[in-house]
């Protein structure tokens, strides 16, 4: 059985560095095949995706988050890691990280979520 749990600072002060860490256990995220993923939802939204890094270690980033967005892996913990710099009160959602599997494509394991505020 795959877990996924986030973990970060649920307070971050506009302008800042938005960081948090999914420790990953049941399954390596070197897997062949899987990709793994941010996806926020801001109060009162839908789910939004982030980017993922995939197995092989390369990232991908929505278009609309690129510009402030990296995703890292340390292989040797099983985590990996989502950097949103400068952020804004808009960044204030629940971060979610979950598994993306291509064969059948689906997100089939995700982090119980965790909510991070940008208030001053």
């Known amino acids: 059985q795959v877990q996924l749990q986030e973990s970060g600072p649920g307070l971050v002060k506009p302008s800042q560095t938005l960081s948090l860490t999914c420790t990953v256990s049941g399954g390596s995220i070197t897997t062949n095949y899987y990709a793994w993923s941010w996806i926020r939802q801001p109060p009162g939204k839908g789910l939004e995706w982030i980017g993922y890094?995939?197995?092989?270690?390369?990232?991908y980033y929505s278009p609309s988050l690129k510009s402030r967005t990296s995703i890292s892996r340390d292989t040797s913990k099983n985590q990996f890691t989502l950097q949103l710099s400068s952020v804004t009160p808009e960044d204030t959602a629940v971060y979610y990280c979950?598994?993306?599997?291509?064969?059948?494509?689906?997100?089939?394991?995700w982090g119980q979520g965790t909510q991070v505020t940008v208030s001053s």
């Open positions: 890094i995939g197995y092989r270690g390369s990232a």
């Open positions: 979950a598994r993306y599997g291509e064969r059948p494509p689906q997100y089939d394991y």
